[in-house]
């Protein structure tokens, strides 16, 4: 039995066990998905014990993400990121990035073409993937962040990508195809709605494609207005899909039974 898993700290609130162990079930394989949760400083000691241990593959979150890229052979997508959230065990371990095409290929699922302008709202960790993904996707990015400074430095990594604070989102938004957040901006609990958006309602418009990766709730107050605006939208939970989708087809190198992860994650979402 191979067993795969995910490695952050907390844990407890991942969705990702039951969307991989649904996967496992719907194709037959001979596999388990877990949690480990160490400490901070012992992110070495539990990659060295998941090889040692013949763990087949581990996802990587918070707050691990950065020093995994020290701690395996990344490809070049998750060094240009500068963060792994899947680690390979077959062979050398090797880190990859799945958020990134987890954004596009959700994007791509709901018939998003992904040219033209991306405006990317946030500069952190999924900002970063988001941008690097829809840029070698061939998009222009622009990247909008409240610490406009960031905004810069991230655009200064990304081929074609410019830097903004969030008051420029009217201006940049008025002429973009696609608009990401990745800002935790709206995140609730249970069935808290949250009003906060980070971005002017006006500011949207009806031949937009928006996706939150915020995923709870599903409905954030920015899907709600890119609705009313007449936009296409696409909630956190595809994003959150396809990072799974394609971490899973990385480690089996079988196609995901991407309605039975879905089902399962939409389940518990």
């Known amino acids: 039995m191979d067993v795969f898993g995910l490695v952050g700290n907390p844990v407890g609130h991942s969705l990702s066990p039951p969307m991989h162990e649904a996967a496992y079930d719907a194709l037959d394989v001979n596999a388990r998905y877990v949690t480990f949760e160490p400490s901070e400083g ?17 996802n990587v979150t918070i707050p691990f993400k950065q020093r995994a890229l020290e701690l395996v052979e990344p490809d070049a997508l998750a060094a240009r990121i ?10 050398t371990p090797t880190g990859h990035n799945t958020d990134a095409v987890g954004a596009t290929r959700a994007l791509a699922h709901h018939d998003v073409p992904l040219d033209g302008r991306a405006v990317v709202v946030g500069a952190g960790g999924a900002g970063r993937a988001v941008s690097f993904g829809l840029a070698d996707e061939g998009m222009s990015v622009a990247i909008a962040n409240r610490t406009e400074s960031r905004a810069h430095d991230l655009a200064a990594d ?36 949250p009003n906060e958006t980070p971005v002017p309602a006006a500011a949207l418009h009806g031949d937009l494609a928006v996706l939150d990766a915020v995923y709870s709730p599903l409905d954030t107050q920015l899907l709600r207005d890119a609705r009313a605006a007449g936009a296409t939208t696409v909630d956190g939970a595809w994003m959150l899909l396809y990072q799974g989708v394609a971490a899973f087809e990385l480690w089996t190198g079988r196609d995901a039974p991407v309605d039975a992860m879905n089902e399962a994650l939409r389940a518990r979402v």
């Open 42 to 58: 012992a992110l070495d000691r539990a990659f060295a014990g998941s090889e040692a241990l013949g763990i087949a593959g581990l």
């Open 82 to 91: 500068g963060a792994v959230n899947t680690v390979d065990f077959s062979g």
């Open 158 to 193: 990304v081929p074609e990508a410019t830097g903004h604070g969030l008051d420029a989102l009217p201006d940049l938004l008025a002429d973009a195809d696609v608009l990401v957040n990745c800002t935790s901006v709206g995140m609730g609990e249970g069935d808290e709605r």
